[in-house]
């Protein structure tokens, strides 16, 4: 098209061609309405894009013929040289001979310049890849010394000969040994200076006579000719006692070998104090073995079985409060349910709310004081010594699930519900003094242990949010990382840097709020749609799982130490849909678990 014009019905025609249409018909070719040649106007725009020169295409390398292409191809040509002379066709044949040899010198350069690449960047990676294996080979070199030293007992091999290939020794020790086993798990603490016939202690989580002497008229320790069989074995424990331990420590580290390996190094890039990091974690898991029942009731009884929706200790841990779908707060002494396991057990104190309890959370002050949410959106304060409710907070227009006392502030308490709301509210007062407006159901909220004016709450939206009360139009920081609903958020061991979270993805998360990071995600339990329960206890996380039973994470292990089932079987995946762990919570400062599902069965574990 040349010199584009457009008629008045908006149809662009080369202005030649529709001069002639126009001598033999009024009309628009395209859609028949009245067209004159006076009212024909240039389209600038369309001789613009006209006017532009063709962009040439990309020069493609040739591809090969297929093979009736290359029959066609031929054919033609020989049907074009059928007149041609011989000196014509030599021509074209040595032109042919020098194109095809040209090709080849082309096809060859290519081809080894991207060889060279490839060449190129295998051997950056290789090198990278070498470095840190040599990287991590020091690590583990500086750990076998550090830990030979704290022992005084030199292991055998365990200097790494620097002319053998990347420093690897000959004479690897053998880890896997008794002994060796049993001088690995050690705490960082100063090498005592030991002597011939002197017994050297070796620290653990539990409290143990287990030493390790040194026997007579051995080497000192740092000859390095010493062997294994001149260390008699601990008077206090025999050696098929000690056999027997160390092999149940060993089948715990080897079914976990390549997840230990992983852990280490990556500790041992992230942390400055050695092996430290790692050997804490390690004695934790290869000490911990299980859960040991302590104790079990059942608070709704056989006929009417009641979903257990929180547990909570009070400040100083002597009373456990329970709540759930029966509507009913019941309050037990925790040391009569250890001391008399086989009793049947009654609550203290009892008291009765309007509607379903999602949530219950003690003041950390006044220590009679209890607060719970429930499914009618009323939060409500109860005076555990009367069994009266002191105060009824009711601008939820929703499910309230979450209620949190603040630890900073014993007259100030929070709450979270599906109205897509944050209520603060004070004891002095039935109305709230701050609400936080979201975009998705809240589903749990807590204050910062150190702070009234901060708050972090997890919603559906699966998005933890950290606010400052004393400006809630905007949140201090939005932590993403969860796939579904965030169940839980709990700030770790009165810290307020450190935040552990549960979602409805089957995971936990452990986050830094310096960096706004998350530090670690926590699997292996089953939570697709319910509130299992979470709690923690130093560096100890506990949660329920769909699979009717309760796991223990140590943090820096991204596995379960140990795991529970109420079932009494090992824990397979729904090895009870009808049932699931539904609340958990942790006595401050012990080895003690509370874990209850939606049976309404109660049980107090010990972790060994």
Known sequence: MRAAFVTRCGHSFCNTCISLHCKTSRHCPLCNAEVAPESL??????????????????????????????????????????SLSVADINRIVGALIDKKRRRQSMDFSINSKVLFEFLQNTCIEKKQELERVQRELDWVRQDLDTIAKRTAVPL?????????????????????????????AVPPTAAPSCSPGDSIPIATDEPSSLELPVAAGSQPAGSGKRKFDQISPPSSVSMDEESAIVKVKRKRMEHRIGDLQKCYFDLRSKSSHGIDDFSTRFIKFTSLSNFKLVSSFNCGG?????????????????????????????????DHLV????????????????????????????????????????????????????????????????????????????????????????????KSVATIKTRANVCCVQFSPTSAQHVAFGSADHVIHLYDLRSTKEPLALLRGHNKAVSYVQFMNGSTTDVVSASTD?????????????????????????????AQNHDLIFCGSENNSVSAYCIGLPWPLVSYSFSGTCCQEYDEPAQFVSAVTAKTDTDLVVAANSAGSVRVLQLY
Not at 163 to 177: E, F, M, R, T, Y
Not at 312 to 332: Q, W
Not at 372 to 385: A, L, N, P, R
Request: glycine share 4%.
């Open 506 to 534: 089957s995971t936990l998360k452990l986050w830094d709020l310096n960096k706004w990071e998350c530090r670690q995600t926590f699997t292996g339990h089953v939570n697709e749609r319910n509130f299992v329960g979470l």
């Open 339 to 430: 001391a008399h396991p086989n009793d049947l057990h009654f609550p203290c104190q009892e008291m009765r709310s309007r509607a379903k309890i999602s949530c219950l959370s003690w003041n950390k002050y006044v220590t009679p004081h209890i607060a719970c949410s429930d499914y009618d959106g009323v939060v409500t304060v109860w005076d555990t010594s009367t069994a009266q409710a002191l105060l009824l907070l009711e601008e939820h227009e929703k499910r309230a699930w979450s209620v949190d006392f603040c630890r900073a502030d014993p007259t100030r308490l929070a709450s979270g519900s599906d109205d897509a709301q944050v209520k603060i509210w004070s004891t002095k007062s039935v």
């Open 41 to 82: 106007i240039p389209n600038f725009s369309l001789n613009r894009i006209l006017e532009k020169p063709a962009v040439p295409e990309a020069h493609v390398p040739d591809q090969p013929l297929s093979a009736d292409d290359s029959t066609r191809v031929e054919h033609r040509i020989m049907s074009m040289t059928e």
């Open 156 to 184: 055998r091999g365990h200097a790494l000969s620097a002319a053998s290939p990347l420093g690897v020794a000959q004479d690897v020790p053998q880890i896997g040994n008794d002994t060796a086993a049993s001088v690995s």
């Open 302 to 334: 056989d006929s009417h079985p009641c979903i257990v929706t929180n547990l909570a200790f009070d400040r100083d841990c002597r009373l456990l409060a329970l709540g759930g779908v029966s509507k009913e707060l019941k309050i037990y002494e925790f």
